[in-house]
């Protein structure tokens, strides 16, 4: 997994054979601290499609393998193996949330979300919601923590779904709006400046 314009053995495949040299299930990434072996041309789009030199990656198997050993330190992501690193573009967040199911149960509901590469995710304390705002239009991003500091980009339609299920609440004397799950609260923003994500 190599640098994509130094090695003889460049292409998707190579890539892919690095990383499922790494074993069975899923990877331990967090553990391991391969030393870093360039950047590659692979980019992570704001609507989360992977570009590899370019090209859309049109193999959703691959997709979901590459995500599976991605990781972030500090601002930089890198996809890696027990055995070198490599840096790749994430241009937002490296996922989207595109699916939610509302759980009602005992203590309350749980938001499910699926994400962009199938991976379930239950939002709450240990996975929480923000929302940041934008500067240019004062709107609001959604995103959802997925794994050791990954987030998920929250779909519009998504957002538009989460609105309808929020509600109002006192947080430290302050009206807030936004939508609970696991027994978390997770505002949005004042109840009275609520606006349209961007």
């Known amino acids: 997994m190599a640098n994509a314009g130094q090695t003889p053995h460049t292409g998707l495949d190579a890539i892919a054979g690095a990383v499922r040299s790494a074993g069975k299930g899923p990877p331990p990434v967090h553990l391991w601290n391969p030393p870093y072996c360039g950047e590659i041309d692979m980019r992570i789009g704001t609507d989360g499609t992977w570009f590899y030199q370019k090209t859309p990656i049109g ?11 991605l990781k972030r330190e500090a601002d930089r992501y890198y996809l890696v193996t027990p055995v070198e690193k490599c840096g790749i573009i ?9 699916e939610l ?7 309350g509901k749980t938001l499910n979300f699926r994400t962009n ?13 923000r929302f940041d705002v934008q500067e240019a239009t004062g709107g609001l991003k959604p995103y ?6 990954l987030w998920a980009k929250v779909t519009r339609a998504l957002f ?5 299920i929020g509600r ?24 009275d400046q609520l606006r349209d994500p961007a």
């Open 168 to 191: 109002e609440r006192d947080v430290a004397g302050a009206l807030m709006f936004g939508v609970e799950s696991q027994g978390e609260f997770f505002a949005m923003a004042p109840a």
């Open 101 to 107: 199911e509302v759980q009602a149960g005992a203590a």
């Open 117 to 129: 590469v199938d991976d379930w995710v239950a939002c709450g304390p240990d996975h929480p919601l």
């Open 90 to 98: 994430v241009d937002d967040a490296p996922f989207l949330a595109v």
């Open 59 to 69: 193999r959703p198997a691959l997709v979901k393998l590459f995500a599976s050993v």
């Open 160 to 164: 538009y779904d989460l609105v309808e």
């Open 144 to 149: 959802l923590h997925v794994r050791r500091n």
